[in-house]
């Protein structure tokens, strides 16, 4: 597959190293219904929240989907071919008072939960951006900051080890990939950790359009599990 590079470069590992724990997922979906490449319109206008950037949008203008809509902010969720696997966009309304980034804020999955019951079926024009992210964070960083320290320096790993040996964490990353085009999703996140000891109202609908900054969440609709979410401000930066 090889969506995920280098989540463990070649300087991290030492002699000191007493465990290194990898976790990875993977997945790739065929839209139910895939869109057609001879209609994706290059050079189209995507407002970021800095200003305008072009982009290539891929239009269906009778588009099979489930969505909702709330006075601040429109919901559109789309199908994979033979998969539990959903996904779902989030963006503002064009005539609602709230930004994306008020919405973004009280967005969680629990909101996320509670609006998939109310998707109504129906099909109109969709025109969503093809588009790459690419994502790099250090969760150490990430989880001191919130008070998360206590296995950063003096972690219990006993039942990890037949003897016993006084250790904490190094370090935890994490790498993630989604990308969209026509055909449907590829989306993959790595995580590594390492241990070492420790001496060291509603709207009608019309067209649902993803012309401006959107949120995005993959899930499965089986188990209600978020496997990534997101950010889209601009499509064609990585």
């Not at 989540?7 to 895939?34: D, K, P």
């Not at 269906?60 to 779902?88: A, C, D, G, R, W």
């Not at 939960?113 to 150490?140: C, M, N």
């Not at 449907?184 to 649902?208: C, L, M, S, W, Y």
């Amino acid at each position: 597959m090889g969506a995920i590079k280098n989540i463990v470069e070649q300087n991290t590992l030492s002699s000191s190293t007493t465990v290194l724990i990898l976790n990875a997922i993977y997945f790739r979906g065929m839209w139910e219904q895939r869109f057609d490449k001879s209609q994706t319109i290059g050079n189209y206008v995507f407002h970021t929240s800095t200003g305008n950037v072009l982009c290539n949008m891929m239009i269906s203008e009778n588009y099979p989907q489930t969505h909702y809509s709330e006075e601040n902010f429109l919901v559109l969720s789309l199908s994979f071919h033979e998969s539990n696997i959903k996904i779902v966009f989030v963006v503002s309304h064009l005539y609602g008072k709230k930004k994306i980034s008020d919405i973004e804020k009280r967005f969680d999955s629990k909101k996320l939960f509670e609006i998939i019951p109310k998707l109504r079926s129906r099909s109109f024009a969709v025109r969503i951006p093809k588009f790459k992210l690419e994502y790099e964070i250090d969760l150490k960083e990430l989880l001191s900051s919130v008070g998360i320290r206590k296995m950063f320096e003096r972690a219990d790993f006993s039942k990890l080890f037949e003897r016993s040996v006084p250790s904490r964490i190094e370090e935890i990353k994490q790498k993630a990939l989604i990308e969209m085009d026509e055909t449907g999703v590829t989306a993959a996140a790595a995580t590594h950790i390492q241990i070492v000891p420790r001496n060291r109202n509603k709207f009608f609908v019309e067209d649902f359009i993803l012309n401006r900054t959107f949120l995005f969440f993959l899930y499965d609709s089986t188990t209600e599990i978020i496997f990534l979410r997101g950010r889209i401000d601009n499509p064609v930066s990585k």
